[in-house]
């Protein structure tokens, strides 16, 4: 029946533009290395401006590939949680930074989405959020790369099942907090003196009192406020999502394809008045490319709860 | 009210990072002064509303001035010239000069950001990149998450109420915090979650997936003018960078 | 114009729902789907919507016309997949709770109401014309340049419409559209309907309750547990005892037995609420209009076994009498004591356990993943061991009609039955005192009799209920007086004791 009012029965995948992202990642790779490997000497002697353009050019315009790659290939249901978790990072971490805290919390909401839409949709949360946190706080700009990998090492984690078990979820979050303080403390360092927080700055000047160089102290302190901060942070997102009703995770492809909650995104049973709360599995006409590879069962995602 | 604007916000917000690419490219503290005291400043008098940028700068600046001149004043062991020697810490001459010097950047970098995004009209910009053909899904993106925030923290506050009224008391430790954290996160990303369902399927009706540009309801208040002058800027400090940072040793 | 056939609609592995059931809209009709909660009628109305889709694991099975189109549905994943975008042309949807269908990304009503044919490029002066024209129609005009996101709920379910029939669709379909909306606003929603249905769209209103007013010639649908009990005129519905099936009128009293008529009170009952010259204003908000009235000069005293009404327009300040007896609002000046307890500066929650508070809005408090924890959760909190806070729960639960789903999740329950999980949580945690506000918004008619049991079987034992409500029918069958509130104070001509 050829029909105005339906979809072609097979729907065309957005595919992501995959030289963005790879050039976006190779960037960010590259600045990484230049400031690690060539720089470390220059900032005991001054400020240093090309460690601090090259810190800001090459995090920032990477993160800006690396969205521009991803952003095509999401679905509408992907899409819409977005600012959700973007509004959530800033709403929260703007109260933790104010409160002096030595964690962030300032990823709660990359991690959720990137745990119920996919390692895409969690990077591109991360690098957005950064980016629009800066018209509120400059500083959060240059960190626009380190939390785009956030995103994207937590949507791996929950691919490979780190959300199916509570005990799991700190695990990945010591990982991941490990990298992405590595990756955060140059630019710290290059932009901003390694400048924090009083708890964070407390800790560098722990290291620095026994000597070490700013780099290191200031990597040292990453490694621990970032993985504590990334283990507090995947635990809550963990709980927060068990929490969720199970039709709630079920309209995301990336969850229901990959079972990122295990068990726990069993059958639940419908009413028929969903009420406001009616969660319903709209949307995602065509599934995020993570599960375009797999063929989910997708059927007709135009649902009704 | 805020001053009546003259530029295009894209124009103005290109502008302000052009300014501090060109801070960090001369990186001298008597450019990164005059800046703050020649450009900021007047800026900030005229923009209409001086206490409140003001203000900002202030706060989101003025702790992390602080705790620089701390951790550096205090702990910088390669600084040689020691001024007073505290056991654990050691004031030195090139740690506070470190500071200064660092301290400088951070407040032109948050002062001109800042500014420009203070008196940034969102609505504005928002409608300039649907206008220039940019990606509808990160116009929706960014929109939408500037949009939700203030509606995000209304929520909060809502649900926290609610929750006390049924008996949360928060404690001191850090599981209670925890505890207390949870209680009003769930039920926030709950409800935000069962307006993004609702959201989604609102989009796919309204056509949001359509092929094709996006109109705005706005009117374009960029100009081919403005876009050459944008493209003389870029190119301009590019060219200006390139001769600096190679003329200079 | 569009018709809808349904064989058979089922949810994962639930019983079959509309079975049966059939409904044709045609040009100028206005047509209400009645039915209690989980009659199916929001599954009919996304039907309409085109939302058939077998995800979820509900799966569909019949037809549906839209002029002169035929789309068929077996139930199976081959089905044809209806597209939202050209279907949404022609049949707008709009939804249960306006927040959702906000784009979020407008600074303005005007171009939210924009949204749709700007994402398909409709060019601006068009989109201008479009919008004024729309906005004409459902008196939105001096609404257009404010903040969507700052109206008052009839103001924002009028932008939702707006911003879905701009398309000029054939058919509009609403669930549920007077939701928590008083009888100013939902006037105002009326008659922006009915001004679309005299232009010639076909109007769907789901709703639990018959309407009191509606345009000559309204039929009605009336489901129950997912089956047509009645398809006819509204004056033949309103005779054909659907009561039966829990479809109430609305403004018509309650039907109510005479253990719930309320009890005599003796004058000499101990005083559980005692608000003496209360004054309280709201702090100025940068950038509001001006705030909320608050409270100037409330003297109140309820006693044991009374259940008393709030009522006043909004804005009037009856949430805000309420908040003060429990500390959610403390007091600038003046006394309030409740349930023998004086509101100073001990924090809200240590209050839980005296003073029970229904919120308005039941979903900012649902956190739990099952009823029975959810309903722990108020005991618990008050220091009760854990098997005696899941006692309390389920006697709580049992008296509310709630004991099956004690294991379900809040959230896949309907709207209705989170409201009443709300009130079993306060239930269970034990306060003398109930402070409700607006307990009945959107409840149907069973639900609504089962509150007036269970308000008037905690004031024969000792307790009392304030509650802040336009539901003049409630308060009149349910409490002892109406206190009525007027711009922050208590107005005593409108003062009707019994």
Redesign the interface.
């Known amino acids: ?1 050829s ?5 072609a ?1 097979d729907p065309a995948v957005r595919r992501p533009r995959r030289l963005l992202i790879v050039l976006g990642a190779a960037l960010i790779a590259a600045t990484y290395v230049f400031l690690v490997v060539v720089q470390p000497a220059e900032i005991a002697g001054g400020v240093g401006s090309t460690a601090s353009l090259v810190s800001l050019f090459g995090f920032l315009g990477g993160g800006a590939l690396l969205v521009g790659g991803i952003l095509p290939m999401l679905s509408t249901s992907s899409l819409v949680i977005m ?1 959700l978790g973007i509004a959530l990072n800033i709403a929260i971490g703007q109260i933790a930074g104010s409160l002096g805290m030595q964690i962030y919390l300032d990823a709660i909401g990359t991690v959720l989405v990137a745990v119920l839409a996919g390692p895409a949709a969690g990077a591109a949360t991360g690098a957005i959020s950064n980016a629009v946190w800066g018209l509120f706080n400059p500083l959060a700009l240059p960190f626009a790369a380190g939390a785009a990998l956030i995103g994207l090492l937590a949507g791996l984690a929950a691919r490979y099942g780190a959300f199916r078990r509570v005990y799991f979820a700190p695990v990945a979050g010591l990982v991941v907090g490990a990298v992405g303080g590595l990756v955060a403390a140059p630019v710290a360092v290059f932009m901003f003196g390694a400048a924090g927080t009083f708890g964070t700055n407390a800790i560098i000047a722990v290291f620095r009192s026994m000597g070490d160089k700013l780099l290191v102290a200031a990597t040292k302190q990453g490694l621990l406020s970032d993985s504590l901060d990334k283990i507090v942070v995947f635990v809550i997102v963990a709980l927060i999502v ?7 995770v ?2 995301f492809p990336f969850a229901r394809t990959y079972r990122v909650l295990g068990t726990r995104t069993g ?16 949307g995602s ?1 065509t599934g995020d490319a993570a599960d375009s590879r797999r063929t989910p069962t997708r ?7 | 009210m805020p001053r009546r604007r003259i530029y295009n916000p894209l124009t103005e917000l290109l502008a302000a990072v052009l300014l501090v690419v060109l801070v960090l490219v001369v990186d001298r503290w008597e450019f990164s002064l005059a800046v703050l005291l020649l450009g900021v400043l007047p800026a900030v008098l005229l923009s209409g509303r001086p206490r409140q940028i003001g203000l900002v700068i202030a706060l989101v600046a003025g702790p992390l001035l602080l705790s620089s001149l701390l951790l550096h004043g205090l702990f910088f062991p390669e600084g040689t010239t020691v001024l007073a020697d505290l056991g654990v810490a050691r004031v030195t001459v090139e740690g506070l000069t470190f500071a200064a010097l660092m301290g400088l950047r951070m407040t032109v970098f948050t002062a001109v950001l800042l500014t420009a995004a203070a008196t940034l009209d ?2 504005d910009l ?1 409608a300039t990149m ?1 206008h220039r053909g940019w990606n ?1 899904k990160l ?2 993106v960014v ?2 998450a ?3 925030i ?2 995000v923290a209304e ?1 909060a506050h ?2 926290t ?10 404690g001191r430790g850090p599981l209670s915090r925890m505890r207390a954290l ?2 009003v996160l ?2 926030l990303v ?2 935000l979650l ?6 989604t ?10 092929p ?8 374009d208040s960029d100009t081919p003018r403005q876009r050459r002058t944008r493209r003389a800027m870029v190119a301009a400090v590019g060219v200006f960078s390139a001769a600096w940072l190679v003329g200079a040793p | 114009m569009i018709a809808l056939d349904s064989t058979r ?1 089922t ?4 019983a079959p ?1 509309l079975a049966g059931v059939a409904l044709t809209v045609a040009a100028g009709d206005h047509v209400v789907v009645a039915g209690a ?7 009919l109305a ?2 309409l ?10 799966s ?1 099975t019949g037809a549906i016309t ?1 002029g002169a ?1 035929t ?2 549905f077996r139930g199976t ?13 022609r049949v ?2 709009v ?3 306006a ?10 009503v ?2 939210e109401i ?11 002066q068009e ?2 014309r479009a ?1 004024d024209d729309v906005a004409a129609a459902l008196h939105l005009t001096p609404l257009l340049g404010r903040d969507p ?1 700052r109206l008052s709920g009839g103001q924002l379910q009028r932008t939702v419409i707006a ?2 029939v701009i398309q000029q669709p054939e058919v509009l379909v609403l669930d549920e559209p007077f939701q928590g909306l008083d009888d100013a606003a939902a006037r105002d929603v009326a008659a922006a309907l009915e001004a679309l249905r005299r232009n010639g769209t076909g109007v769907v209103v789901c709703a639990p309750l018959l309407p009191s007013h509606a345009p000559q010639g309204a039929r009605v649908l009336a489901l129950a547990d ?1 089956r047509r009990v009645f398809e006819g005129p509204l004056t033949e519905a309103r005779r054909a005892g659907l009561r039966r099936f829990g479809i109430g009128t609305q403004g018509e009293p309650l039907r109510l037995g005479d253990d719930v008529v309320p009890a005599p009170v003796g004058p000499a009952g101990p005083e559980l609420v005692a608000v003496h010259d209360l004054r309280f204003r709201y702090p100025r908000e940068r950038g509001a209009a001006g705030p909320p009235a608050g409270l100037t000069g409330v003297d109140l005293s309820v006693v044991a076994g009374e259940v008393v009404a709030l009522r006043g327009p909004n804005g009037s300040g009856k949430s805000t009498l309420l908040q003060h007896l ?1 500390g ?1 609002s403390r007091a600038d000046s003046g006394s309030v004591t409740s349930g023998g307890v004086r509101i100073g500066r001990q ?4 209050l ?2 005296t003073v ?2 229904l ?1 308005q ?1 039941t ?7 099952t009823v029975l924890r959810e309903v722990s ?2 005991p618990r ?2 220091g009760m061991r854990k098997d005696d806070a899941a006692r309390r729960a389920l006697l709580a639960l049992d008296a509310l009609g709630l004991g099956e789903f004690a294991g ?11 409201r009443m999980v709300a009130l079993a ?2 239930m269970a ?1 034990g306060p003398v005192v109930w402070a409700l506000d607006e307990p009945t918004a959107g409840l149907d008619e069973p639900a609504r009799t089962l509150l007036a049991g269970v308000l008037a079987r905690h004031a024969r034992g000792g307790g009392c209920v304030l509650m802040a409500t336009h539901d003049a029918v409630f308060a009149d069958a349910v409490a002892h007086r109406s206190v009525w509130l007027d711009g922050g104070r208590i107005s005593p001509e409108g003062a009707t004791p019994r």
């Open positions: 029946m029909s105005s009012l339906t979809l029965s600012p068990y929490a969720l009703p199970p039709r709630a079920r309209q059958t639940g049973t419908g009413s028929a008045d969903g009420g406001t709360a009616g969660m319903s599995a709209t006409s059927g007709n995602d135009a649902g009704v709860a | 969102l609505p928002l649907t509808r116009v929706f929109g939408s500037v949009g939700l203030p509606h929520r809502r649900i109420r609610a929750q006390q009224a049924r008996g949360l008391v928060v949870l209680t769930t039920p709950i409800g069962v307006d993004a369902s609702e959201r399927r609102m989009l796919e009706a309204r056509g949001f997936s359509s094709g540009p996006r109109s705005s309801y706005l009117p | 609609f949810y994962d592995d639930g729902l909660s989980g009659s199916g009628k929001t599954t996304r039907l919507a085109g939302m058939t889709g077998a995800d979820a694991g509900s569909f839209l189109e789309v068929r994943p081959g089905d044809p997949r209806i597209d939202p975008a050209r279907w949404s042309a707008a949807y939804a249960q709770g927040w959702g269908q906000l784009s979020m990304m407008s600074s303005t005007a171009e924009a949204f749709g044919p700007a994402n398909r490029g409709m060019p601006a989109l201008r919008v996101r911003a879905a997912g429990n959610l924090p809200t929650g240590a839980a356990a029970g508070y919120f809005d979903d900012s408090q649902l956190f739990e993943r959760y108020g909190a008050a379900a999740h809040p959230y896949e329950l309907g709207f209705v039955q989170r949580s306060l945690t």
